[in-house]
C-alpha cells in the first residue's frame, strides 16, 4: 500500500529532526571532548589528550578546532632532541596533522611554523629547505611572508659558508706590536670540495637575500644576511687569491652594512616610541 504525499511529508520531516537533533547533541559531546582535551593537556597526559580531540572530530567532522587540538597534542609528545625511531617518527605524525590542516586552510600560520620547526628537530634538512623554498617561491603568498622565507634560505646559505671560513685551519691571526692591532688573513682549505661548496653557498645566499629584499625593501634581517653574506664573499675571495674581487666585494659589504644600521636605528627609535605611548596613561 502506497503512503500519501502527506504522510511522506511528515515522515521526512520527522527524519530531517531527529538527525538534526543528533547533529547537535553531537556538537555538544564534541565541545566536551575538547574541554577534556584541554584539562588533559595542561596535566601533560598528552596521549590521553590526543584521543579526546580524535574523539571530537569523530562525532563532529566538521568542528575547526579539533584538528588543530590533535596536532598540537602529538606535537607534545615529541620530544626534543631525542633522535630514537619511535620520537622520530611521532614527529612525522605530528607533521602530517599539521600539514591536514593546512590542506583546508593555507594561511594558518601555526601549522606551517610548526611543521618548519618539527623538520629542523628532527634534522630533515633536505625537507626543512624544500618545506622553507615551497613558500618563497608561492606566487599566493604575501610579499612580507615570502621574504621571511628567503631570509631563512639565505640564513642557512650564510651559516654553510661562514662554518668553512671560520675554520682555525683556514683563517690566521696576527697582532701589530706596534698599534695592538689584529689582523685576519683567510686562505683556502686543502679540500677543494669545501671551498667549491662555500662558494656555492654565498652565491645562492645572496640571490635569496636580494629577493628577501624585492617583497620586503625594509627587512632588517634581509639587509643583515646580504651583509654578511658580501663578507663571506669578500673572505672567499681572499681565499681564491682574486684582489679585485675581495675589494668589490669589501664595498658592497660597507654600503650594505649603512644600510642595515639605518634599519636597525629606525627599529630601535620605532619601538622605544611604541613602548613610550603603550606606557603612557590614557587621557581623559
Known amino acids: 500500500m502506497k503512503l500519501s504525499q502527506t504522510r511522506i511529508a511528515i515522515l521526512l520531516a520527522v527524519l530531517v529532526a531527529i538527525s538534526s537533533g543528533c547533529g547537535v547533541v553531537n556538537r555538544i559531546r564534541a565541545k566536551n571532548q575538547l574541554n577534556e582535551a584541554a ?132 683563517k690566521t691571526t696576527t697582532i701589530d706590536p706596534s698599534n695592538n692591532k689584529a689582523t685576519v688573513s683567510y686562505k683556502k682549505p686543502k679540500d677543494q670540495k669545501d671551498f667549491d661548496q662555500a662558494q656555492m653557498c654565498v652565491k645562492q645566499g645572496l640571490v635569496e637575500a636580494e629577493n628577501a629584499i624585492k617583497f620586503d625593501p625594509n627587512n632588517e634581517s634581509a639587509w643583515s644576511y646580504k651583509t654578511n653574506l658580501l663578507l663571506e664573499a669578500s673572505k672567499l675571495a681572499e681565499m681564491d687569491g682574486k684582489t679585485e674581487q675581495k675589494a668589490q666585494y669589501q664595498k658592497d659589504y660597507e654600503a650594505a652594512l649603512k644600510r642595515t644600521t639605518e ?17 603612557s596613561p590614557p587621557k581623559g
Open 263 to 279: 634599519l636597525s636605528v629606525a627599529n630601535q627609535k620605532r619601538k622605544e616610541e611604541e613602548e613610550k605611548k603603550s606606557a
Open 39 to 170: 584539562r588533559t593537556y595542561r596535566e601533560g597526559r598528552f596521549p590521553e589528550a590526543e584521543q579526546h580531540s580524535r574523539e571530537a572530530a569523530r562525532l563532529d567532522p566538521d568542528n575547526k578546532t579539533a584538528p588543530m587540538f590533535i596536532a598540537r597534542t602529538i606535537h607534545a609528545q615529541y620530544r626534543p632532541g631525542v633522535q630514537s625511531a619511535d620520537n622520530i617518527a611521532k614527529a612525522q605524525q605530528a607533521i602530517e596533522a599539521y600539514q591536514q590542516i593546512l590542506a583546508k586552510n593555507p594561511k594558518d600560520e601555526e601549522a606551517y611554523k610548526a611543521i618548519a620547526y618539527l623538520y629542523g628537530a628532527i634534522h630533515d634538512d633536505e625537507k626543512l629547505r624544500q618545506w622553507i623554498s615551497a613558500r618563497a617561491t608561492n606566487d599566493s603568498a604575501e610579499p612580507e611572508k615570502r621574504a621571511e622565507a628567503y631570509v631563512v634560505l639565505a640564513s642557512k646559505d650564510w651559516d654553510c659558508s661562514f662554518k668553512m671560513t671560520e675554520l682555525p685551519t683556514n
